[in-house]
């Protein structure tokens, strides 16, 4: 069954002192299935980022709605989990504090919330770091810690804008496996921005690709690589045919923008 | 020397009290040298005397006593009502709006000028002082913490939200924590302007207080007390400083740099 729906979304963006409205986002639908894990690729300031932002209550749609399990998403809430692609983690707060944010606001007692956050920071690999605050960690840790936060609410769907676009190639190639082997553990549903062709085929089961600006879905392309998927498998011949065919959808349109 | 090299913590300790020596030694020779007449400066060794009578003699310890006092309490008293007013106006805008163009003129009419008029409302008793410290104070405290709580990064209280945090625990799980440290700071560097009010309120009409001994040496051409009033105004301000530090930096390990 389907878990989101989204119905002709889109996104103007008011003019500042008398200039033109811009168009971020043009009238896009899209459905996702429970436990789906689709990837959004596109060129930068194309509207992946404000779609993502308008599912997640952070920004409000122009037209159109949300729907996530039937019901009209309206404004931010625990049901949707958030990660950014900016350390959001709470710098006053350790690791175990952070991951257990939403779950205070949930009304859990002090001993529940923190042993779920132990258990979460065990699952992202940082079972001996929950006493650390965010400055003290390294970047990929500080977005280790930021999914398992949004993942101890035990959200519906988890939103990901761009998490890893500040990582080096190597952290992120991990991050990468640790957040697919994660889903293939959990079961989620997940929505993944990203303008990196081959980070949206390893984690993504589908990638939906977004043109220029005003952005509207260009694409959508199912990735039948089996899981669990190791990083080797960045190197099958299905992987390189699937990469050559994305490289292509985006490159027409990073041309198409600068012209 | 090269621009932002870090010096040792050793080194900076003996820079900082060479400098403290080369300024009593620079008034030594204008002192003691006979530059300067002694009836305008004493040197440091009267001062040090006219110290030693201030505390044993004069019971000047109950005027430094009277003095902190006055300045702690009319501090805490600005501190009780600024910090709601100003976290509120940091956190909602319409409040920011109703408030802060009055603030921000109020925190430009000088607490000295207030002093004939305090006296004739709350007369020359601790009230009027207290009154002096509170109104120098607390509208620069509600501006300061008003922008501390607003300047908010937006994706910390953006995350908050998706994380289901009310409106409510935004402002008092993320805002308040967030500006915590720096409105400890700003605390700091108020309380030392309220030292300099203080004073003031004690040149005029006080019985009491390091201020009203430096008006009662100044009648006497005593300025071997005056200089060492100072010196310990200087010494307290210091002290509550770095209290104030060692304080800040053990209740927020994690902003430190």
Redesign the interface.
Known sequence: MSKLVIENVGKVFAGQRGAEPTRALMPTSLTVADNDFITILGPSGCGKSTLLRIIGGLETASEGRVLLDGSAVVGPGADRGFVFQSYTLFPWLTVQQNIAFGLREKGLAEAERLKIARDWAVRVGLGSFVDHFPKQLSGGMQQRTAIARALANDPKILLLDEPFGALDNQTRALMQEMLLGIWEREQKTVLFVTHDIEEAIFVGSRVVVMSKRPGRIKADIAVDLPHPRPYTIKTTPEFVALKERLVEEIRAEVIAADH | MRPLQPVSASARIGYGLAFFALFVALWSVATFGGYVQRLFLADPLTMVGEGYNLMVRYGFSFDILMTIWRVVGGFVIAVMVALPIGILMGAYKPVEAFLEPFVSFARYLPASAFIPLLILWAGIGETQKLLVIFIGSVFQLILMIAVSVGSI?R??V?????????DS?VVR??ML??A?PEIAEIFRLVLGWAWTYVIVAELIGSSSGIGHMITDSQALLNTGQIIFGIIVIGLIGLVSDFLFKAVNQRL????RA
């Open positions: 990064r994706d910390l953006d995350a908050a939200y998706t994380l289901g945090a009310t625990s799980r993320v924590p967030n915590a927020f390990p994690w902003a």
